[in-house]
């Protein structure tokens, strides 16, 4: 029984053993798992801290270049409108400093902008001479001639030059010459037509004041050319009496002079009175 009882008691002994054995072999295993776990965890932590930075570098330096460029192109903006803005009073101060009555139009072919010589020498405001309102000051007769030329030349992008009564600021008509072009921005897109226009109103008085000259001239030449033919004439009578009479012509070598000088000079003033009505 004693003996029984040893073998019962070592045989109990070497289970605990193997379940003590057993038991710290699990232990440690389940301590380098936890160890593996906590390793591969802290590799992935700092792989992830990694490519986070990484990635918020790449955003910022992105982010840096993108306003970097956005600068760029704000303050190449700014130059523009600058640019745009300066070259706008220029052309506004040249435009504005001199004599000449100055419009522009766009693709519609309506009046956009008049200068300021412009509503001086018409009396009215910018916003009455926008689009076809400059044409209520044309004179009647001359519209339709103007507006014909004005159409077919923008339609064919060719410069013009026109003369038209236009109503100044007192009421009266003056005369004025239009000079019309197209004009193109940079790129070479046309943009509409520009036009230069200059008073000629006391040039037409000159001319017309010339024409009567001429017409009054013309009168007293006739009149007095009737009366030169008649002296010949009668001077002709006196040759042929003194040849019935017997006696040689006085005045025939003097008529043949006078009949080529009357040739010679009818047709200069006749000319000279066409040139100017034209």
């Known amino acids: 029984t004693t003996q029984i009882e040893d073998e ?4 109990l002994n070497a289970e605990q053993q193997a379940h003590a ?28 801290s990694r490519w986070t930075r990484h990635l918020f570098d790449h955003f910022h330096r992105t982010n840096l270049a993108q306003q970097e460029v956005l600068r760029q192109q704000t303050d190449e903006l700014r130059a523009s409108q600058r640019k745009l803005l300066e070259s706008e009073h220029h052309f506004r101060t040249l435009a504005n400093g001199g004599n000449a009555l100055i419009w522009t139009s766009g693709l519609d072919k309506l009046c956009n902008y008049f200068n300021e010589p412009w509503l001086r020498y018409t009396g009215r405001t910018l916003a009455q001479e926008l689009g076809n309102g400059w044409a209520e000051g044309v004179h009647p007769d001359d ?6 030329i004005y159409v077919s030349h923008f339609e064919r992008r060719e410069a013009f030059s026109m003369e038209y009564r236009l109503r100044k600021a007192n009421g009266e008509y003056g005369w004025i010459v239009d000079q019309g072009s197209p004009r193109y921005d940079s790129k070479g897109d046309f943009l509409g037509f520009i036009g230069h226009c200059y008073d000629i109103t006391e040039r037409k008085r000159s001319e017309e004041q010339i024409h009567a000259q001429l017409s009054e001239l013309q009168q007293w030449y006739e009149v007095m050319l009737g009366r030169e033919e008649r002296v010949l004439e009668l001077k002709d009578e006196v040759d042929h009496l003194r040849q019935r009479l017997g006696e040689a012509p006085r005045y025939g070598e003097v008529l043949a002079d006078a009949e080529a000088d009357t040739v010679r000079s009818f047709p200069t003033l006749a000319s000279a009175s066409s040139t100017g009505s034209s």
């Open 8 to 11: 019962l008691h070592a045989a």
């Open 21 to 48: 054995e057993l038991n710290t072999r699990q232990a440690t295993s389940i301590a380098l798992a936890a160890l593996g776990a906590l390793f591969l965890g802290v590799l992935a932590s700092l792989a992830f």
């Open 143 to 148: 519209f339709q001639r103007c507006l014909d």
